[in-house]
């Protein structure tokens, strides 16, 4: 009998315009569940991401996908270019399914259903793919997709709200342009890019990242691209303050927002001017004020030697009556380790001044005492550590952590679209959960997964979607109510513009953490519409 395989080249031709031909028939099988018979079918068109339609139903009501091909500085010229549609089509598909590489853009070039669903005729190639990045303008392109970011968020940026920043590190094992060394403590020695990022915070709504090569970490180097985002709203719509860690609490940082009159909130590190406030002030125990939660607070007044001007400071320590003592001759180990701050006496210390080892940051503010007292502090400070979450999700479930080319221009680009299709997936769950962030390890297998098969009698096309998950009746139930008032916006608003399509959606999904407000932009009936 003869079984060979064909031969495969090692440089195999391009895209063929025929699809590949299976064996015709079924035959038998004997499995340990009994004779069963295959048969392949290449005929009927199938997914494994079924339920993405009504992801793709949530981008036409608000016209996300329309605006995004609208000015998207992609060009082909002549009759054989790919479309900027089938690349953008393809790389959100990449991106959704969990892609980390232009490699694993092979994946789905099998789905006969979801490129449809996008008005694609397929998706393309790795290369296309690859190639098209470089096509793309990088200063054209970069604003292309920072107004695409703004956009998908805008409305909402009239109330107050935080804006937390922040640096991570992505480690590189070719020779990328921009491959330097330096901060990586996770890989120390190995060259990275390092991504400079902005979120709205309690959102995780990402407003753009700024790709730079590895020896730029300082925070100074991230700001030109956080005024260029700033620069695209109008003030009232700037945030109320920014907030960052101690990279951030430098000279140059503090004096660039001060110039632009935007409040901030850093830490600083513990240099030996700082250690030395630290000691002096602990001293004062009975001038701490209590916060909550078991943190204390204190304000003071502090000029460094390198600073231009004094500046507010707000010391935060552990409630003496849960702060850890450290016994004398026995160092704490591990990560919570401290130097102790020898001779601070305090409120609850030990009279033979035990040295203290309970936590302790010191704050740099700029905002009104009167509006942002002390007590407040702790509580604005520890909510940045959401940012920390952004960043693993991104990286680790969204394809930060790849992506790579040889050029930085490339990377840069998919960085941004990637926090584009990061943002509208993370409102698209907020139909389903208002109350808390979902992230994409969770939700892809509920939201997502699914055999679609497509039907098509008398001109009608059904996409059938058959559920795998454990609970697939409730997810099928909340997937119908919500399927239900997508067409039931999208009929009423037809002739809505895509901005007040759009705003209308916003008022819908984050009604919760905008207190019942209305956005300002829409016709008089929308109340009518939501109310209903």
Known sequence: MDASLPVISAHPAGETKTPPQYPSGSWPLDTPGGRFHAEWDDQAPVTREGQLIFFFQFLQ?????????????????????????????????SVLNGHWRYAHINGIRGDGINPGLLGLRGTVSEDAVRLAMGRINESAGLDWLSTQILGCISPVLGLPWILDMDVTVKPLYGRQQGAQIGYNPQKPGRPSHVYHSYFVANLRISLGVEVRPGNEHAATKGLPGLWQTLEKLPRHQWPTFTRGDCGYGSEAVMLEHEARGLPYL?????????????????????????CGDGWQSLETTLRLSGWTRERRVVLVRESPSRAPVARIGKPRRGKDRQSPLPHAQGEGWDAQATPWCGKIAVLVTSLDAVAFPAIVMPKQYRERANAENCFDELKNQWGWGGYTSHKLAPSRLMANLIALFYNWWNLYLRFYDDAHHREAIRTRPMLMAGVGRQVQSGGQRTVKVSMLHEKGDVIAQAVSRISNELHQIHAITERWSIDQRWTLLLTRLLRRWLGGKWLPGMPEEAALLLSG
Not at 77 to 84: D, E, L, Q
Not at 266 to 290: P, S
Request: aromatic share 6%.
């Open 61 to 93: 009501a608000g016209g996300r996908w329309e605006e995004l091909l609208r000015e998207c500085p992609l060009h082909y010229t002549g009759n054989r270019g790919s479309g900027a549609d089938h690349i953008m089509g393809t790389v959100l598909l």
């Open 266 to 290: 850093f830490k600083m590190r513990h240099t030996t001017k700082v250690k030395e406030l630290v000691i002096r002030m602990m001293r004062q125990g009975a001038l701490w004020q209590n």
